[in-house]
């Protein structure tokens, strides 16, 4: 099975994107602050925005790769020792 390398990075910050906290634009990478930054500089919460950006990749690493719930299979069993 490959590896899983998660969803890249954003091309302008170069800070890991998450699910639902990035988008694609003509080949690039954002994450969503980067963008509201890029199109709308005067937005009003645009630290909100990028703060909630950095927590959501602190907590997408921690559940990622998190071993309570989600063991391993036990798989088949092999013919030889049946």
Same mark, same amino acid.
């Given at each position: ?33 980067? &963008? ?23 907590? &997408?690493?921690?559940?990622?790769? =998190? ?10 069993? =092999?013919?030889?020792?049946?």
């Amino acid at each position: 099975m490959a590896k899983y390398y998660g969803y890249g990075k954003c091309s302008y910050c170069e800070i890991v994107c998450t699910p639902g906290n990035y988008l694609n634009y003509k080949g690039k990478r954002y994450c969503t602050a980067c &963008w509201i930054q890029q199109e709308n500089p005067d937005h009003p919460d645009l630290d909100a925005i990028r703060e909630k950006v950095q927590n959501a990749v602190t907590f &997408w690493k921690l559940a990622k790769y =998190s071993r309570d719930e989600y063991h391993l299979p036990v798989g088949p069993k =092999s013919i030889n020792k049946r």
